[in-house]
């Protein structure tokens, strides 16, 4: 009974040798490449359990196949004008063949030290292509970043998988300058510019408010001018309305009149009037002589 | 018979004691027994160990995929499981993994920034405060290319702008499965202290970084100058937040951006000044405009009140419905109001004169016809008398014809000639 048990245990501890030695996994980040006596046999791209001849029969290279990101050093390159540029670009990259890399590159500091090559070569090539306008322009329409980006990644992707198996998922560019010296002339320009624009607002805040000022004068003579026109109406209306009482003075025109100057005298005299009359009108004539009346027959 | 005599011997031996080997054999025995029990026992334990080294929590803010023999399980939504308690094959069968999913991560970019030492940032004037140059260093200083403004001159325009920012971004993993299978994480740089959701932090930051840097340059080359300093901030920061996302899905990250802020923007120091101005001119543009706007509505104002300006409109617009604008002129204030009640109290005054008038003469005139003489004297003298009890001064003067001439001064108010003589005094 003791010697099956110990048969089992020994038994279970070698086939976990033999499992290990001839089993291996590859994980959904990776992909691997199995050797025989150093020659490439096969790629394993599919995540899962694998079999092989236990080493130093076959050997299994794996590498991790998710993004990594490399950013090439900052470099001037010249545009289709011969403006001179500084970017820093980098590429998001992954291990897209395994035999491939492994041939070409093999670890991924190598692959990164081509990499840098081809970036440069790309860059300058691409770049070479286009005028500085098309990366920054007055005209939005007529820039081309993100197409200048495209070229440079279809070009990359091509070269750097048919090169080293490498494939290139994404290329940006982290920084868009210009060279120290041309910082100096686009600073005088742009105080030039932001001098003019300054004069610019100043002129146009003035204009402004001297229209906004024009106009609410205007429209404040044409409203009183409108509210004259009406005041005038009122007033005719009322003298047409008193024109029908002065109708019924034609019955005697003359008493009408006098009575008419009698209230304008009265008016007109109102107030602090002074009076400066002969002693022969009426009724002063009264302090001169006494009248000489006599009864009506 | 000597046979049997070796037989019996042989017998005679074995029936012998022999005391020291039985005991060191038992003792060997005994050994290996407990020996091979312990084993068992470790053998149980080692097991036991083995199997519960698979119970693995998933905190309330991560997600877990599991693996097994490296490649994820189960279908659908049963690949990724939620917290809790969860109990898997130890390694290597299966191990699990887990994505900090929740959680919502920082991330600032400074490197549009222009280079500055703390000491910089002292107070102008300060011993250790270094004054910047005239040109920006592309190797150390941080800035973004925008756009010159368009001119439509018809001309090719490349003119272009400096200008600084600062940028935060917010991110948050929300697929587990392409962050795990896609982003470059690698646990074996975990530190002290720290925890996965660190290590994953610490290992895509840098690639973050870059492609937000990459969104902004290639957003803000579409905008000027004053739009990233005040006018448009609010579209870059979508433009880029697109952009950006476009970017992390094409590379099927499983990162979504949860917001993008431009937190400082400012324009390079060596042309800060005329910025200001410009600046200033703009309030001061402001001010003037406003100033000019009240100007405006105190004027119509005062000329009409509030509904100076639509009833201006009514009466100048040939369309618009008369009722409307006679609804408007009573509401009239300020002069037109006061224009309009002198002339309504002329009609009133008017008309109420004439009718006056008309009723003393038709009043007076069966009077006057019976005895005009009487009447109109009678008028007459009311009026000379009224005329000279208001009067202040009378003065009744001898024709000139007349040697002796008579004055006669009456009733001279007193406080009149008092005035009179105090006014030269004043001027």
């Known amino acids: ?297 | 018979m000597t046979e049997q005599n070796e037989n019996q011997n042989e017998q005679i031996k074995s029936q012998e004691p022999r005391p020291k080997t039985d005991q060191a054999y038992k003792f060997l025995s005994d050994a290996l027994r407990a020996s091979f029990t312990l084993l068992k026992i470790i053998i149980v334990v080692l097991l036991a160990l083995f199997l519960l080294s698979g119970l693995q929590t998933v905190g309330p803010y991560e997600k877990a995929l599991v693996l097994t023999f490296g490649k994820i399980s189960g279908e659908g939504e049963g690949r990724v499981l939620e917290s809790g308690l969860r109990w898997v094959w130890p390694y290597p069968i299966q191990e699990i993994v887990r994505i900090p999913v929740e959680k919502k991560i920082n991330l600032a970019l400074d490197s549009m920034w222009y280079y500055e030492r703390p000491e910089d940032r002292l107070p102008q004037g300060s011993k250790d405060r270094r004054n910047f140059g005239p040109t920006l260093n592309p190797l150390i200083d941080g800035y973004c290319l925008t756009r010159g403004e368009r001119q439509d001159t018809g001309q090719e325009q490349s003119d272009y702008n400096i200008v600084h920012t600062k940028w935060q971004l917010t991110y948050q993993i929300t697929d587990p499965e392409s962050f795990f299978k896609n982003a470059y994480v690698d646990f074996a740089d975990i530190e002290a202290g720290q925890n996965y959701a660190d290590v994953i932090e610490d290992n895509i930051t840098s690639m973050l970084q870059a492609m937000l840097a990459d969104a902004v340059v290639s957003t803000l080359v579409n905008y000027t100058i004053d739009d990233v300093l005040f006018q448009q901030i609010g579209s870059i920061t979508d433009h880029v937040k697109r952009s950006l996302q476009d970017k992390l899905n094409q590379i099927q990250s499983g990162i979504t951006v949860v917001s993008i802020q431009l937190d400082n923007q400012a324009p390079p120091r060596q042309v800060a000044d005329a910025f200001w101005a410009s600046v200033q001119a703009a309030n001061i543009k402001e001010t003037t405009i406003k100033d000019a706007q009240s100007y405006y509505d105190k004027s119509l104002n005062e000329a009409g009140g509030p509904v100076a300006e639509e009833l201006l409109a009514a009466t100048e617009d040939k369309n618009t419905d008369p009722k409307h604008a006679e609804q408007l002129w009573p509401q009239l204030a300020g002069q037109a109001q006061d224009v309009i009640a002198k002339a309504e109290a002329y009609r009133t005054r008017v008309v109420e004169n004439a009718k006056a008038n008309a009723d003393y003469f038709r009043s007076l005139l069966p009077e006057y016809r019976k005895s005009p003489r009487l009447v109109v004297q009678k008028i007459w003298q009311d009026t000379v008398q009224q005329v000279f009890d208001e009067a202040d001064e009378k003065i009744i003067i001898q024709p000139t014809g007349n040697k002796n001439e008579v004055r006669i001064l009456v009733s001279r108010d007193p406080a009149i000639k008092k005035q009179e003589d105090e006014q030269p005094q004043n001027k």
């Not at chain 1, 290279?61 to 403006?83: L, P």
């Not at chain 1, 500085?132 to 007055?138: A, I, L, P, R, T």
């Not at chain 1, 109708?247 to 002074?274: C, G, Q, S, V």
């Open chain 1, 1 to 297: 009974m003791k010697n099956i048990a110990v048969t089992i245990l020994v038994i279970v501890i070698v086939g976990i040798g033999v499992l290990l030695a001839v089993c291996f996994q590859v994980r959904d980040t990776e992909a691997a490449l199995v050797t025989r006596l150093g020659k490439p046999q096969r790629t394993i791209t599919k995540a899962g359990l694998n079999v092989r001849w236990p080493a130093p029969i076959e050997r299994v290279h794996k590498f991790d196949t998710r993004m990594r990101i490399y950013e090439a050093a900052i470099a001037e390159t010249t545009t289709k004008g011969a403006i001179p540029i500084i970017m820093h670009t980098f590429v998001i990259w992954q291990v897209q063949e395994p035999l491939r890399f492994y041939n070409a590159v093999q670890t991924v500091d190598q692959a990164e030290n081509k990499l840098y090559s081809l970036i440069q070569d790309t860059q300058n090539k691409v770049v070479g292509r286009h005028e500085f306008s098309e990366f920054v322009n007055s005209n939005p329409e007529n820039i081309r970043f993100e197409q200048i980006e495209d070229e440079m990644l279809q070009e990359l992707k091509a070269a750097a998988s048919q090169n080293y198996g490498i494939n290139i998922k994404a290329v940006g560019i982290k920084q868009l300058k210009v060279n120290e010296d041309t910082t100096r002339a686009v600073f005088d320009r742009m105080k030039a510019e932001r001098n003019r624009k300054t004069e610019a607002i100043l002129s146009e805040g003035n204009a402004m408010a001297t229209a906004i000022k024009s106009d609410a004068d205007t429209k404040k003579q044409k409203l009183l001018a409108a509210v004259e026109g009406r005041a005038k109406a009122i007033r005719g209306t009322g003298d047409a309305e008193a024109a029908k009482y002065y109708e019924l003075l034609k019955e005697d025109p003359e008493f009408a009149m006098f009575l008419r100057e009698t209230e304008a005298i009265k008016k007109a005299l109102e107030k602090r009037a002074t009076i400066v009359i002969s002693a022969d009108s009426e009724p002063f004539r009264l302090l001169k002589e006494m009248p000489e009346l006599e009864p009506k027959k």
